[in-house]
């Protein structure tokens, strides 16, 4: 899997909940371009959110062929995800964009990248960027020492963590929960 740099976005299944956050840092070489780029995209009237890491141009590509899967499948976003990866992975347009992505819907959390992997992250918990591995750390602690939590809490303080950490991270945060 591509590693991408310059962002947060982690996704968090708890207690029933469902919530996505990013961080709002743009940079471009060693510089930060734009503080306050937001991430999250809601997709077929909210019932499904995505996130991005990458290049904004290529997500919002992806993001549009992935509304087109969802519509196209009935809302099954699992099969829509696999769908995207196999044209991603075949189409030689597609192909060539760097983005990853993360949709959730209230059922599954799932990561989509263009080497063509669909996966269902263990633990509930989502993460890609340059400070994921961070925020899915303070997320899987969070889930088991402070249970109580929602879902939109541990996405929040998984951000704040990561950005504390991560200087391709910042504390401009979105975060977006189903019901």
């Known amino acids: 899997m591509k590693k991408l740099h310059s962002t947060t976005v982690i996704a ?14 743009a940079t471009m070489n060693n510089y930060v371009a734009k503080s306050n780029v937001k991430k999250i995209r809601k997709l077929m009237d909210g019932k499904v959110i995505a996130g991005f890491a990458g ?47 993360i949709a959730i819907s209230k059922d599954e ?5 263009g080497t063509g992997d669909v996966l269902e992250p263990d633990n509930e918990v989502a993460a890609i960027g340059s400070g994921a591995m961070y925020a899915q750390s303070a997320a899987i ?26 200087i391709y991270t910042n504390h401009n945060l979105v975060i977006e929960k189903l019901p």
């Not at 968090?12 to 840092?25: E, L, S, T």
């Not at 602690?141 to 991560?166: F, G, M, Q, T, Y």
């Open 109 to 113: 959390v799932l990561i989509l990248s």
């Open 12 to 25: 968090v299944k708890h207690n029933g909940q469902v919530a996505i956050g990013a961080d709002g840092q």
């Open 141 to 166: 602690a969070l889930k088991k020492h402070a249970p109580a939590l929602s879902a939109e809490e541990i996405v929040r303080e998984s951000l704040n963590i990561a950005a504390d950490i991560c």
């Open 55 to 101: 290049s904004t141009a290529d997500a919002f590509t992806l993001l549009e062929r992935f509304e087109e899967k969802l519509n196209s499948y009935g809302g099954n976003m699992k099969r829509a995800a696999i769908e995207l990866a196999k044209d991603w992975r075949m189409d030689r347009y597609l192909r060539r964009l760097e983005s990853m992505l």
